[in-house]
């Protein structure tokens, strides 16, 4: 399988059980709206990045995706409630996500609060009662998400960000602590609880560690060149955000032309981490393919 149609499957795969996951039943019929606004969110599309880090890391460590469904479902469901979040007037104020109306424009803000908060618990109900995972495992995993999820993780990177609007000092060491909450938090959970499900060693987990936190922060920063450079029909969100939001960026600090320079670097090195990994091609072109959204 080449790597576009192992992405492909990956993707199609996931869709397929977040369903499962979330389907309405006897004890949850009555709940239909709260469970639509959570799948509308859930498959608004994009190409399920942190569930495919759960699947290829699991599998470069010598294990079955399989195994790892539960986890790269929890951090697609962890991932899209962070994004009907983010979306609210409250916080970044998104009319758009993926070319289709935020959740709480099709639903209310009410609504889409309320599907945010089920989509963050109703990851740790489906890890815990996977029955191909050890108890062992299911703690590890649990432990690995909730933290990267919290305070010192993506929610709290959300808030750094939310401050540094209010801030005229940020510099490159404050965007990376905040990057590596927002951003970089979820993507090592992914990496990390791929290996687990393998069974992996407590050296190849860091060493997935340290890929992951490089390759959060070039995603980051590529990001913030594609908020300037790119547009809303090809994002599927608006653009020029950033710059309405008084937000100081790896593009504000060093322009699009060295932010893209910093953002290959970091790649680089993400890269140099892989080589600790057997089964690593796959995830090697799917960094590669990371990098190049901004070329």
Same mark, same amino acid.
């Given at each position: 399988? *080449? ?43 994009? %190409? ?11 599998? +470069? ?19 899209? $409630? ?10 970044? *104020? ?17 609504? +889409?609060i309320l599907a945010g908060d089920a989509l963050a618990l109703l990851p740790f109900e489906i890890i815990s009662g996977d029955e191909n995972l050890s +108890? ?71 060493? =997935?560690?340290?890929? =992951?936190? %490089?390759?959060?922060?070039? $995603? ?25 939001? *008084? ?20 790649? *680089? ?7 600790? $990994? ?18």
């Open positions: 399988m *080449n790597f576009n149609d192992k992405m492909k499957f990956y993707a199609e795969y996931t869709q397929k059980k977040l369903k499962e996951y979330n389907c309405p039943d006897s004890d949850t019929e009555k709940q239909k709206t709260l469970i639509d606004a959570m799948n509308y969110s859930l498959e608004a599309g994009g %190409k399920r990045i942190r569930p495919v880090l759960v699947y290829s890391f699991c599998e +470069a460590c010598g294990g079955d995706y399989k195994k790892a469904t539960a986890p790269a479902c929890a951090i697609e469901m962890i991932h899209t $409630f962070s994004l009907i979040h983010d979306d609210l007037p409250a916080m970044d *104020n998104d009319d758009f996500r993926r070319g289709k109306p935020s959740c709480h424009k099709k639903f209310g803000e009410a609504e +889409a +108890a062992d495992e299911k703690v590890k995993i649990i432990s690995v998400l909730s933290k990267a999820s919290g305070k010192s993780g993506m929610v709290g990177g959300q808030m750094i960000d939310m401050e540094n609007e209010r801030r005229s000092d940020v510099d490159e060491d404050n965007l990376i602590n905040m990057y590596r909450g927002k951003t970089g938090a979820l993507i090592m959970a992914s990496c990390v609880m791929g290996c687990i499900c393998a069974g992996a060693d407590e050296f190849h987990i860091k060493k =997935a560690e340290e890929y =992951a936190y %490089k390759l959060g922060l070039a $995603f980051q920063i590529i990001d913030d060149i594609l908020d300037v450079t790119s547009t809303s029909d090809i994002l599927g969100k608006p653009v020029g955000s950033d710059e309405q939001e *008084n937000k100081t960026t790896f593009v504000t600090l060093y322009g699009v032309e060295k932010a893209k320079q910093i953002a290959l670097k970091i790649t *680089n090195q993400a890269l140099e981490m892989l080589e600790n $990994f057997e089964n690593n091609e796959f995830l090697k072109e799917l960094t590669d393919m990371l990098l190049k959204r901004s070329f």
